[in-house]
């Protein structure tokens, strides 16, 4: 979609994005397994400004992605490194990542878009500002 001077916007872009993303990451709770109830439910966007998007979900939804949290050990001591989030098969809790990994593609998705977007503005005013300007290269 582009405004009236014919560059894109962005804000429908970021909108379109983060509509597909929240679907995304739905269907990975379908797909993967996980309980369908009040995470699925919890999964939206806010705000269109390219500078700050926000997704929201419930906290456990973190958890179920790093494979931690009911079954592990109160006052565990071991390992604090978030890499190894879930190697510890305690309570065989596994990760379940329907967040971390697609969402990072998308980030990559988006900036790859936004790229070409902000490219074809900038040749677009580059192209404004010369109309009619007479260059002499002699």
């Known amino acids: 979609m582009t405004q009236q001077t014919g560059q894109p916007d962005i804000n429908v872009t970021i909108q379109a994005w983060a509509d597909i993303v929240v679907n995304i990451l739905r269907e990975n709770i379908v797909k993967m397994g996980i309980h369908r109830g009040s995470l699925f439910d919890s999964i939206r966007h806010a705000g269109s400004d390219p500078q700050k998007i926000e997704f929201i979900f419930l906290l456990y939804g973190i958890y179920v992605d790093a494979g931690v949290g009911k079954g592990m050990k109160g006052g565990f001591q071991g ?44 040749i677009q005013t580059i192209k404004e500002s010369v109309r009619g300007v007479k260059v002499d290269f002699e």
């Open 79 to 122: 390992w604090s490194e978030p890499d190894l989030f879930g190697e510890l098969k305690m309570g065989g809790r596994q990760r379940k990542q329907w967040f971390s990994k697609s969402f990072y593609w998308q980030v990559i998705k988006l900036k790859d878009i936004l790229s070409e977007k902000y490219g074809l503005m900038y």
